[in-house]
C-alpha cells in the first residue's frame, strides 16, 4: 500500500484513484488520522459475509486438498442409551 499526505492525495488525486484501481487500496494521512482509499469491488469483497460453520461442512471449498479419517481398529464401545 502506498501512503500518501492528504495535500499530495488532493494534488494528485487522479494518480491516486489509478494506483488504488492497479496496486490496491492507498492510504492517506491527515491530521493524525489514517483513511483507506479502495475501489469498491476490492471494499466489498473484504466485507462480505464469511460463510457459516454449517454451510461450510455441507458444502466445504474446493481447494484440491483432500482428507482422510482413518477408521479405529480398536474394538468400539458401547453406548447405552
Known amino acids: 500500500m502506498t501512503s500518501w499526505q492528504a495535500t499530495q492525495a488532493k494534488a494528485k488525486f487522479s494518480e491516486v484513484l489509478d494506483k488504488a484501481s ?5 492510504l492517506v494521512k491527515r491530521r493524525g488520522t489514517t483513511y483507506v482509499l479502495s475501489t469498491e469491488d476490492a471494499w ?3 466485507t462480505k459475509p464469511k460463510q457459516n460453520l454449517v454451510d ?5 471449498p474446493s481447494d484440491g486438498v483432500e482428507v482422510e479419517f482413518p477408521r479405529l481398529k480398536g474394538k468400539l464401545r458401547p453406548v447405552h442409551f
Open 22 to 26: 492497479s496496486e490496491g487500496p492507498q
Open 44 to 46: 466489498r469483497e473484504r
Open 56 to 60: 461450510f461442512l455441507l458444502c466445504p
